[in-house]
């Protein structure tokens, strides 16, 4: 009965039937792009967090530095748990903020005059100095 239990064991353990060296199915090291000459974990957690926080004191472009800085932990699921609720935080928050962003300024440069009408004169910018009076130099 040993002999049969024995047979029927996977000699190699990982399911996927790579290797330990494949680069594509390892995980990180390192939780930056800079590798080992990147932050620690406990750094990368404290720089993580901040570039989340940060992101909605109305500077979302920090969340796509997070994304950038970041990428091995977001490619890689399984890797630096503590690390990855702010990164993915920050690719969902960077992706809500673009799509925002595109949607308000296609909405102004396609619609333009035909779809607000009348309002629309209050709404544009090129005429502010003229409406304030601020065109002369006299």
Known sequence: MDASQSNDRNPN????????NSITSSTPVWPTIDGPLGLT?????SYARK???????L???????????????LRHS?????????????????AV?????LSWALTFAIGGEH?????????VMYN?????GLTGWS
């Open 13 to 20: 353990p990982n399911p996927r039937g790579n290797n330990g």
């Open 41 to 45: 974990e406990d750094d990368s957690l």
């Open 51 to 57: 570039f989340y926080q940060f992101g909605f004191a």
């Open 59 to 73: 500077l979302p472009f920090l969340w796509a530095v997070n994304c950038f800085y970041f990428w091995p932990v």
């Open 78 to 94: 399984a890797s630096f748990p503590r690390i990855r609720h702010y990164v993915l935080g920050s690719a969902v928050g960077f």
């Open 97 to 101: 903020f673009t799509v925002v962003l």
């Open 115 to 123: 779809l607000f009408g009348s309002v629309w004169d209050k709404l």
């Open 128 to 132: 502010v100095a003229e409406r304030l």
